[in-house]
C-alpha cells in the first residue's frame, strides 16, 4: 500500500532510508539542508519541499532522522516545523537518537494538534540503514506502532514495540550504556593484558570463551588489536548518546557511576582528536594513557 | 597414567577438583585445615597430609587451590611450606586466583629449586567444577605446560597457554575486569529503564539481539529483572579479582579507570551485607541508590 512519506534528513543514516522507502513503493517528500542528497532522492521520485511544515502537510507519514536532539527540537517547534503541518490523523516518527523527555514533549505536542507521535531510534550503523536490516526502538501508543509497522519493516528487522512515548529512547540510551561500559571493559582489559607482555590474541581467545564473551570482542575483538580504529560508530556520536544517557538519568533519578566515567572517556577521545575513531578506540586513548613518559 | 598428586585446599572448588582427579585414576595427597573435606576424600583412597611441605615430599605434581594471594603465599613460602618440599623434577601448579606478580615469584623460587611451577587459574565456578568443564588460564613454560594437560584435562574443557609465569593471572584478571564492567553495564541500564517506567523485559531482550549482547545478559538477565542474585559467583569473591587486577594495573602501569569505580561498587556490596549476592546482585545495589529517600 503506497503511503506519502515526508522524510527530513538525509545524512549517512537517513540518505539510505529514504531510498529503501522508495524502493518500497512509498511516494515521498524530502528535505535537507545539503542540496546532494536531495538531488539524488529527487532523481529516484522524490519531491523536494522547502520547509518542515511543508514536508508535514502533504505527508500521511512523517519521518525525522537526525543528527541531535536540538536538530530535532528545531525541526520540530520552530515557526516553520513540523508541528506547523500537522494534521489529525497524520503520524509522526522521529527515528534520531534525542533525549526521551524530549520525545515525551514532542508527543505531547502532536497529541494536541490530533497526530500520532512514536519515537523510534535505530542500531545498526549506515550499514543497517543501507541493507534495511536496523534494529528499531519504538515507543509510543500501540495503534501508531500498528501503522508503522509495515513503514519500518522497510527499513529494519528487529522492531520491537518497548513502552509508551519515550521508551523507544530509553532503550536506545540502555544500548548506549552497555556497549559504551563493554567497549571500556575490553579496552582495560587489553590495556592491562599488552601491559603485562601478555598475547592480545589470546586475551580475545578466552573472554570470548566464557561468561566474558560480548559483541564487541566478536566483531571488533580483532580488530582493536590491529589497532585499526575505522567506524563503524564514530567516538563523537557515542559521546552524544552518553550526554543523552545522562540526562536521561537526571530526569529520571537513575545512578550512573560507570557512566558517568566512560562519557568523560568519549568527551577525552573528541578533545584529543578521536572522535572520528570507531568508539573501540577508546583503547587508543589508554594506550596512550598507559605510554610512559619520556623525561626531558 | 597414574600420577601421584599432592592437593592442598579442598573448599567449594577444591574438593570436587580434588575428586575428578580420583576418578580420573590417579593416587591423590589431600591437605586442608577443614577435617570434612579432607575424611570426604580419604574416604575416596586419598592420603591425608600434615603440611604442605610433606604433600610436596611425597607428590609428582602440586596442585593449590585456595581462596586469596595471602593464602597462597603462607602455604607456599611458610616454615612448613610447598617450597621445602619441592624437589627438582616437581611440577607445582597454582590454581588459585592470585595477583600475577605473586606468580611470577613464587615460579622464580620454584625454579632455584628445580622444580616447574605454572599459574593455572580457572573460570567456570563450582558447576564447572563439578561438571570438569572449567576453562583454565595458564602461565609459565612450555614444558611444563605440556606436562600438566593430561592432568588439567581431568579437571576442564577450554585449557589455553596463555604465556609465561603469571600470564594466566594476568588473563584471568583480564576476564574478570570484562565480566565486572558488563554486569555494571546491564545493571546500570536495567536501573535507567526502570526508573523510566520500561518494562524491563524488552530491554533484556532487545539489548540482547545486538551488538550489546553479552553473556551477562545472556545466562542471567531474566534472573536479574526477577532480582534472583543467588549465587553464582559471589560478590566478595569478584571484589578481591577486582583488587587482583587494579595491585597488577599498578605493577604493569596499565590505567584502569571504570574497573576502579566497579571495585568501589563491589566494596559497597560487602559493606553494605551484600558480599554473599552473586556478583549480578551490583543491581540491587544501584536499586536501593535510585529508590527516592522519604522525608521525615
Not at 155 to 167: S, Y
Not at 178 to 206: C, R, Y
Request: hydrophobic letters at 45%.
Amino acid at each position: 500500500m503506497e503511503t506519502t512519506i515526508g522524510f527530513i534528513g538525509l545524512g549517512i543514516m537517513g540518505r539510505p532510508m529514504a531510498r529503501n522507502l522508495i524502493q518500497a513503493g512509498h511516494r515521498l517528500i524530502v528535505l535537507d539542508r545539503n542540496p546532494e542528497p536531495v538531488a539524488e532522492l529527487a532523481a529516484l521520485g522524490a519531491e523536494p519541499a522547502a520547509t518542515p511544515a511543508s514536508v508535514a502537510e502533504h505527508a500521511e507519514v512523517v519521518i525525522t532522522m537526525l543528527p541531535d536532539s536540538p536538530d530535532v527540537e528545531a525541526v520540530v517547534f520552530d515557526a516553520q516545523g513540523v508541528l506547523m503541518g500537522l494534521r489529525p490523523g497524520t503520524l509522526y516518527i522521529d527515528m534520531s537518537t534525542v533525549s526521551p523527555m524530549l520525545a515525551e514533549r514532542i508527543t505531547a505536542a502532536g497529541a494536541a494538534q490530533g497526530a500520532a507521535v512514536l519515537d523510534a531510534p535505530v542500531s545498526g550503523g549506515q550499514v543497517g540503514a543501507e541493507k534495511a536490516t536496523l534494529s528499531i526502538m519504538v515507543g509510543g501508543e500501540e495503534s501508531a506502532f500498528q501503522r508503522a509497522l509495515p513503514l519500518l519493516g522497510a527499513l529494519g528487522k528487529n522492531i520491537v514495540h518497548c513502552g509508551g512515548p519515550g521508551a523507544g529512547q530509553i532503550v536506545k540510551a540502555c544500548n548506549q550504556i552497555l556497549v559504551a561500559l563493554t567497549i571500556q571493559g575490553v579496552a582495560e582489559a587489553l590495556t592491562l593484558g599488552m601491559k603485562a607482555g601478555v598475547d592480545p590474541g589470546k586475551i580475545v581467545q578466552v573472554l570470548g570463551a566464557g561468561l566474558a564473551r560480548c559483541g564487541i570482542l566478536e566483531t571488533r575483538g580483532e580488530r582493536m588489536i590491529a589497532a585499526d580504529f575505522a567506524p563503524g560508530f564514530r567516538s563523537r556520536l557515542h559521546y552524544k548518546d552518553l550526554r543523552i544517557a545522562l540526562a536521561a538519568g537526571q530526569a529520571y533519578e537513575a545512578p550512573l557511576p560507570a557512566t558517568g566515567i566512560v562519557h568523560e572517556m568519549f568527551k577525552q577521545m573528541v578533545i584529543s582528536g578521536r572522535g572520528e575513531l570507531d568508539h573501540t578506540g577508546l583503547l587508543d586513548l589508554l594506550q596512550e594513557w598507559a605510554r610512559p613518559t619520556q623525561s626531558a
